[in-house]
């Protein structure tokens, strides 16, 4: 699966450019690990350093960068990968949990 595709970069705002807009900012796209609860919510994205900004829900939740390289190194049990939500419908940062 590709984690983010061209139709999803094209709409992801650029590193720093929601700040002002908080919990309000909207994450575009939402990654998952499929064996276990982790959640990745992207809201800006550097398509040069292939890093996102958003929101991490793992054992705490918790707002920070990741890198997408990163995310598609990882395996899982039975060689799982990470994925991306395909009914994911974006909306505001504080409704990602």
């Not at 799982?80 to 949990?97: A, F, G, Q, V, Y």
Request: with cysteine.
């Amino acid at each position: 699966m590709e984690l983010l595709p061209k139709h999803i970069q094209e709409v992801l705002p650029p590193l720093y450019s929601q700040e002002e807009k908080g919990e309000g900012a909207i994450a575009q796209v939402k990654f998952f690990t499929p064996w276990t609860s982790w959640s990745w919510y992207a809201s800006e994205y550097d398509p040069e350093k292939r890093l996102c900004f958003g929101v991490v829900v793992g054992h705490e939740r918790e707002y920070g960068y990741f890198s997408l390289n990163e995310l598609e190194g990882i395996t899982g049990p039975g060689g799982l990968r990470i994925e991306r939500d395909l009914h994911w419908s974006p909306r505001p940062l504080k409704e990602c949990c």
